[in-house]
């Protein structure tokens, strides 16, 4: 279950291909790809300190401090129901990540009754 202080943080653990690394934003001394190293230095400390102490309080500091790009695996069951209704309401969103989750579902079997594919084919 609460598998944050497992490992240490690497900075695979987030999604981090689009930050900028050469140049500070408005404001800041350091890039957005610094910052996150930065950040990833501070969590690993958090952890190293928990590891050692047991205390939540350093435990909190982890999951407090993750950003959204944190990477986090997760196990679910969808039907194909289920799938279709995603398909059809993240194929065009914005990131990548939910890109690559409809293209694995086109890779599925029988996904033409997901994607629709078929209706389409049959049109023509």
Partial sequence: ???????????????????????????????PKQFLMDLI????????????????????????LLPTSYNQKRT??????VLKNIYFAR???KLDEWHDFCHWIEKLPYSELITGEVELAEQT
């Fill in 1 to 31: 279950m609460h598998k944050i202080a497992e490992k240490e943080f690497t900075p695979d653990d987030f999604s981090h291909e689009h930050l900028i690394s050469d140049e500070p934003v408005p404001y800041s001394a350091i890039s």
């Fill in 41 to 64: 230095k501070t969590l690993n400390g958090c952890r190293e300190m928990y590891l050692k102490t047991k205390d939540k309080k350093w435990w909190w500091q982890m999951i407090q």
């Fill in 76 to 81: 679910v069951h969808l039907n194909y129901e």
């Fill in 91 to 93: 194929k065009s969103h």
